[in-house]
């Protein structure tokens, strides 16, 4: 929608804008010629911001992909960097695999987070600047500003983050689970068959898990479409409509 396009395009610019100041104003980046704004962040900001329902664009998969990665080409950098230049594409190659694969594993994935693993790995003019310390900065230090950012401009008219860790923190919040009683049964397979008809999914054992399961196969347009016009704390209507 429109309004939403706007809302995403105006969000992302205040949070580079506040980025880049901080990049250009800091004094102990200005004294000791450090990095600040790597490109990776810039593609999670359109995450963040233009799909902020997104599994990938919550902050457990923005923090802990963005550090595996950085980790991990880090250490890769390391371990190669007195071979030979033959051997130059390895830990670049290495480093983007396994990250992927770690990510994967603590199901968070977090696509820009390749192209943190890549810089660290192909030790770019960032992360020579600063070697061990590139995890912590200017990886970490970026995105948990990035995330507090998209917690405060999100939130004005709409929800960020659906969810801290797991999409069931979003589930027991919408649809928590009722302790059985005589006589709820009913009312509660009324209350599923109503939710599966509102969202077009097919009804559950319980609305909690009808919810999680539709959280979890959504695609991003559709979880925009979904969610994303859920009011934050200054907005009474959905806007949608516009």
């Excluded at 939403?4 to 250009?24: D, E, H, N, P, Q």
């Excluded at 401009?153 to 797991?166: D, H, K, L, Q, S």
């Excluded at 302790?179 to 068959?193: F, M, V």
């Excluded at 695609?219 to 994303?228: F, M, Q, V, Y």
């Amino acid at each position: 929608m429109l309004i939403w396009a706007i809302f995403s395009g105006f969000t992302s610019f205040l949070a580079i804008l506040v980025l880049g100041v901080i990049s250009k104003y800091g004094a102990a980046i200005k004294d000791h010629n450090l990095p600040f704004a790597i490109a990776p962040i810039g593609a999670s900001t359109v995450l963040v911001f233009g799909v902020p329902s997104s599994p990938l664009a919550q902050p457990r998969n923005v923090i802990v992909g963005h550090m595996i990665a950085a980790v991990t080409g880090s250490l890769m950098h390391q371990i190669f960097k007195h071979t030979s230049d033959s051997f130059g594409w390895m830990p670049g190659s290495l480093s983007v695999g396994i990250s992927i694969g770690l990510m994967g594993l603590v199901n968070c994935y977090h696509p820009p987070a390749g192209a943190t693993a890549f810089i660290a790995g192909f030790s770019t003019s960032d992360f020579a600047r600063v070697g061990w310390w590139f995890p912590l900065y200017p990886v970490l230090a970026q995105v948990l500003i990035l995330v507090a950012l998209g917690v405060l401009f999100n939130n004005v008219a709409r929800i960020y983050p659906v969810y801290w860790f797991t999409s069931a923190e979003f589930t027991h919040q919408v649809a928590p689970n009722r302790s059985p009683t005589k006589g709820s049964a009913e009312d509660e397979d009324s209350s599923d068959e109503s939710m599966a008809s509102d969202t077009g999914t097919p009804s559950s054992s319980g609305s909690a898990r009808g919810i999680e399961q539709r959280i979890n196969d959504m695609t991003s347009n559709e979880a925009d479409a979904e969610w994303a016009w859920m009011p934050g704390p200054l907005a009474t209507a959905p806007l949608s409509i516009i």
